[in-house]
């Protein structure tokens, strides 16, 4: 497990960092490090995500979810089903002034997620452990999902969470066309955007939806 030193990881991010054309300061760098670290740490015990490699994390877990930094917007955004949080950590990291909510029903996955925000400082996210459909907040200008439900199943279970004007991020593999012709009523894909992530095998789309 401990067979990869910091320098390894760090140059792997770095690498990642540069393919995906991203801006990201020396500090950030360093706190994906030590969320990483965290991570690394908590999951012996845990159990918080399937995959056990460290460099695999830094690219299934850190690149993927960086993936999707250009098309963030808004003033505040919510990731749903975050487990361990993924996207939610990677991008309140790289958002500093942006307000993130995480949201996820397992505890374990918002303890740890609580002893990281506490450890990096992350004054902008707020953790919150309930099921999507308990929540009442008021409405983000943008819900993010990783690999968290079917289109069709995030949007009745998360449509009260978006404003009128929001929209909906979802991350998924393959173009997932079978989802997209079970859309509910009122809803529209706005884009689609392939992303190009660095060492990931299959391939990644993100799909913006919303209200017509």
Not at 75 to 85: A, L, T
Not at 167 to 194: I, N, Q, T, W
Request: a negative charge; one cysteine or more; hydrophobic letters at 40%.
């Amino acid at each position: 497990m401990n067979h990869f030193n910091q320098e390894t990881l760090e140059s792997a991010l770095q690498r990642g960092i540069k393919k995906l054309e991203l801006v990201i300061s020396e500090q950030q760098v360093d706190q994906l490090i030590r969320y990483l670290n965290l991570l690394i740490k908590w999951n012996k015990a845990y159990n918080l995500t399937a995959v056990r490699d460290p460099l695999e994390m830094v690219n299934r877990h850190l690149i993927d979810s960086l993936s999707i930094v250009p098309y963030v917007e808004g003033k505040r955004i919510i990731d749903v089903g975050s487990g361990p949080g993924l996207p939610g950590i990677p991008l309140a990291i790289c958002y500093p002034d942006l307000p993130i909510t995480t949201l996820d029903s397992n505890g374990k996955k918002t303890r740890f997620q609580l002893q990281v925000k506490t450890e990096l400082g992350l004054d902008n996210l707020t953790v919150v452990n309930d099921r999507v459909e308990n929540c009442q907040f008021e409405p983000f200008d943008q819900v993010i999902s990783r690999a968290f439900a079917s289109i069709e199943d995030m949007i009745n279970w998360t449509h009260q969470l978006c404003s009128e004007e929001g929209v909906f991020l979802a991350m998924k593999g393959l173009y997932p066309e079978e989802e997209l012709s079970a859309l509910p009523d009122g809803f529209e894909l706005k884009s689609c955007h392939r992303l190009q992530v660095p060492e990931t095998e299959g391939e990644r789309h993100l799909l913006v939806l919303g209200r017509h």
